[in-house]
């Protein structure tokens, strides 16, 4: 039992240093960002999945630990949140508008805009200084991100000029009234429970950390070390309480999936071999524990509500999801 505690604090985020103690609790949360950025840039470089722009914002470090749970982990939570995002426009196309709360260094706007995806209004929402800091590596990496034509992408030149807290691409206002599609990554469980209420969002779509086990145990006392508290958690427990949460914030729909079913399930087989031969995993165990303990949550109301939206994209042969998670 003590064997596999210290399995799994090895991957979980934790203090690597006396630096991640140190500073105020923006900085600590914005250290989050770079320490997932490098876990992606990590996989990307080993060839789990495709992305030409994430090495602009950040090189992997040579001195961080990285296990093979840690970079498939990382694989099914990206590949998840953009099936789901995929779907979505394929449903609204410039109806829709996407809203990423605490984006970090995320690339997939620039993914959707490579592949011609018809969509509305993209917003990405973070603290001021991962803001500047995206903007100044936007512009020093601007050949990158160039369409197939030559043509900056429209983002690119106005990013971040109007709000400190926003890059935006060219129409960036957000139509309230219309269908909108706001997306985060766990950054819900650090929320109070009443943040989620569905005041203007249409759909909801977050990938959230449940359980009352060691491994969320261990999960809230290394964010607590780090100085990063986190008081949602204690709301997600068991996918009971989370859909009781949501239920009562007053969406309307609420469906669910676990991360590791989608891995299991839901991946075509051919794809999750091909990522099961770049790294050896010594205790399957602990990748099935780590992926159990996420859970893909969409939030729906109003019309949203009639827009079906799955995993169940495996035996698919169209766009998006044919070759989805090879590229």
Same mark, same amino acid.
């Given at each position: 039992m003590e064997k596999r505690k210290q399995m799994l604090s090895s991957i979980i985020p934790s203090c690597e240093s006396a630096e991640h103690l140190s500073g105020n609790f923006e900085e +600590?949360?914005? !250290?989050?960002?770079?320490?997932?950025?490098?876990? $992606?840039?990590?996989?990307?470089?080993?060839?789990?999945? $495709?992305?030409?722009?994430?090495?602009?914002?950040?090189?992997?470090?040579?001195?961080?630990q990285r296990t093979a749970e840690m970079h498939r982990g990382c694989f099914v939570r990206v590949k998840g949140i953009e099936v789901v995002v995929h779907q979505f426009l394929s449903v609204y196309g410039r109806e829709g508008q996407v809203v990423n709360l605490g984006a970090g260094y995320d690339t997939l706007y620039w993914k959707l805009r !490579?592949?011609?995806?018809?969509?509305?209004? #993209?917003?990405?929402?973070? #603290?001021?200084?991962?803001?500047?800091? +995206?903007?100044?590596?936007?512009? $020093?990496?601007?050949?990158v991100f160039n369409d197939d034509d030559g043509n900056v992408v429209e983002s690119v030149p106005i990013a971040a000029t109007e709000s400190k807290s926003e890059i935006h691409t060219g129409d960036y206002y957000v139509q309230f009234a219309g269908t909108y599609f706001c997306c985060t990554n766990i950054d819900i469980v650090g929320m109070r429970s009443h943040v989620s209420h569905p005041t203007r969002?249409?759909?909801?779509?977050?990938?959230?950390?449940?359980?009352?086990?060691?491994?969320?145990?261990? #999960?809230?006392?290394?964010?607590?070390?780090?100085?990063?508290?986190?008081?949602?958690? $204690?709301? #997600?427990?068991?996918?009971?309480s989370l859909r009781s949460l949501l239920a009562t914030a007053g969406w309307q729909k609420v469906i669910h999936w676990r991360a590791d079913d989608v891995f299991e399930c839901c991946i075509p087989s051919e794809s999750r071999q091909r990522i099961e031969k770049i790294e050896f995993l010594d205790e399957p165990f602990l990748l099935s524990q780590l992926l159990h303990h996420y859970v893909f949550v969409i939030a729906s109301r109003g019309r949203c509500t009639q827009t079906e939206i799955n995993f169940e994209c495996r035996k698919s042969t169209s766009p998006p999801f044919s070759n989805f998670f090879d590229s």
């Open positions: +600590k949360v914005q !250290r989050t960002n770079d320490e997932a950025s490098d876990l $992606k840039a990590s996989a990307v470089a080993l060839g789990y999945w $495709k992305d030409p722009f994430i090495s602009c914002f950040v090189t992997p470090s040579s001195d961080r !490579r592949n011609s995806v018809a969509l509305g209004c #993209f917003v990405e929402v973070d #603290f001021d200084e991962v803001v500047h800091r +995206k903007k100044a590596l936007l512009e $020093k990496h601007s050949a969002m249409r759909k909801f779509a977050g990938l959230l950390g449940t359980g009352n086990d060691n491994f969320m145990n261990i #999960f809230e006392s290394n964010m607590e070390r780090r100085g990063i508290p986190v008081p949602g958690l $204690k709301n #997600f427990k068991d996918d009971a």
